[in-house]
């Protein structure tokens, strides 16, 4: 094949297109698969369980048929790109074709994480598939126990649940408790300073009748002294 001139150069680029779109295919396909593979599925106790998350096998095999056209398609780019005697664009070309590889085998690896995942859930129904059909009607004796320790569980929530109402309804108290210690001593303190003002009032009480007694006597002995003088003036002058 002639890569001398623009034809050699359409002929890879082609291939190169048709690969990005297989790859974009690819990737879509993986999504889905991992899409599949991540949704639960139902199982029964009565029997056999279903592998959770089996994903679509028909989808995985498709994607792998991409992946692998997709390395064909690589294989034979990296053949044409040596042959193009332009050193710049042979190496544009290597290092398109390189991140495509790269791209591909990104996407093998995680199909073959994938299968190998799938092997794993497919051999862990099995084994419990087996030990259900030795169980020879024990499932239910296993729910029951199941129920047991669930119950229990609900019962712990319950009395934790319980045990924290109570200590937060005994720390409300306690600080209604000590806001009416705290009230009490402000009242206590206002009942002693109105009995220090009702003491001091009186002795001012007291201080203003003992004055108002002398103010008395002396009024009265006012009058006497004033009554014996005009008496005497009047002796006198008669």
Known sequence: MD???????ATLSEMYQNAR?????ARDGVARVERLASAPTSSSYSSAPLVGGAGDPAAAEE?????TQIQGLCAQMDRL??????KGQRDLWKRKVEQ?????DSLKEILDKHSLRQKKRILEAKERAELLERANGESSHV???FDDEAQAMQSARSS?????E???TGVAILHKYADQRDRLKSAQRKALDILNTVGLSNSVLKLIERRHRVDKWIAYAGMIITVVVMFVFWRWTH
Request: glycine fraction near 12%; aromatic fraction near 8%.
């Open 3 to 9: 890569f001398s001139g623009g034809g050699g150069g």
């Open 21 to 25: 779109r297989i790859l974009l295919s």
């Open 63 to 67: 994607v792998r048929r991409e992946v």
């Open 81 to 86: 790109w040596r042959s193009i005697p332009a």
């Open 100 to 104: 495509l590889s790269e791209e591909v």
């Open 143 to 145: 729910l029951r126990i």
């Open 160 to 164: 934790s649940r319980m045990l924290e």
């Open 166 to 168: 109570a200590y937060d």
